[in-house]
């Protein structure tokens, strides 16, 4: 394995940055392997175990986040003029160079993975995987099987864009629809249900494949996404 400087092992934990990790290793608050480093510019492998202060470091670049998406931010890594989901985010992750895997827009609420690791991400996007996305979508209108039906068949939007067959579950609230899209195109859930007559009032994502947003996640916040709920991203839906 390639061995790197300590002082930027540490930094790419986005925890610290490298004038900071240098001074810890100076003060003596870094051990590798158990045995503490003194000199920043110490060479070690990248899988080696760091503490800090006593404390394990993952030292690893690569970062999965599970976020539920508020109303009133943009799905973007920053804006000019308006707040994105990164303004969530403590310094340390915003170091790491995190983007939101797709979009949400800006009213729109829910699951929403943020990663800096972008070939898993583009599998996530890409129409060509077709990863299944599951919205609740609250309408202005009564939702009918005549709706589930033009869903299953594949909608023209109104510009002439036709859409793959989704799937559309009618809820208890007639103006309330679960629907299971497997592209991402522009608008798309709410071009849909115009596309029916029924414009979106409330959109939230439940699920991207089998990962469903954790019900402990209120608005805004966010926690590490484990190996295994990844995978779920990539597996059938089930319920
Ligand atoms: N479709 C939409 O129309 N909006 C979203 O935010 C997501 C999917």
């Not at 099987?145 to 109104?158: K, P, R, Y």
């Amino acid at each position: 394995m390639a061995l790197s400087r300590l002082d930027k092992l540490i930094a790419d934990s986005g925890k610290y940055s490298r004038s900071e990790a240098k001074a810890l290793i100076r003060a003596g608050r870094v051990c590798v392997d158990g045995v503490t480093a003194r000199a920043p510019e110490d060479k070690c492998a990248a899988d080696a175990p760091i503490t800090v202060d006593g404390e394990a470091l993952n030292t690893s670049r690569t970062r999965w986040i599970m976020l539920h998406k508020p109303e009133g931010l943009l799905s973007a890594t920053e804006d000019r003029d308006q707040p994105t989901v990164l303004d969530l985010l403590p310094a340390e992750l915003r170091r790491l160079g995190l983007f939101p895997v797709g979009r949400l827009d800006k009213d729109t609420t829910g699951l929403l993975l943020l990663t800096n690791e972008g070939e898993t991400a583009h599998r996530i996007t890409s129409p060509k995987h077709h990863v299944p996305k599951r919205y609740l979508a609250r309408v202005d209108g009564s939702l009918d099987g005549e709706d589930v039906q033009a869903f299953a068949e594949g909608l023209t939007l109104g510009d002439g864009t036709r859409c793959l067959p989704a799937v559309l579950e009618l809820c208890d609230r007639a103006d309330e629809g679960r629907v299971t899209v497997y592209e991402g195109k522009y608008h798309q859930v709410k071009r849909m249900f115009a596309a029916v007559g029924k414009p979106v009032l409330r959109l939230h994502r439940e699920r991207i494949g089998a990962l469903a947003l954790d019900p402990a996640l209120a608005p805004g916040e966010f926690r590490p996404l484990t190996a295994a709920e990844l995978a779920a991203v990539f597996a059938a839906e089930e319920d």
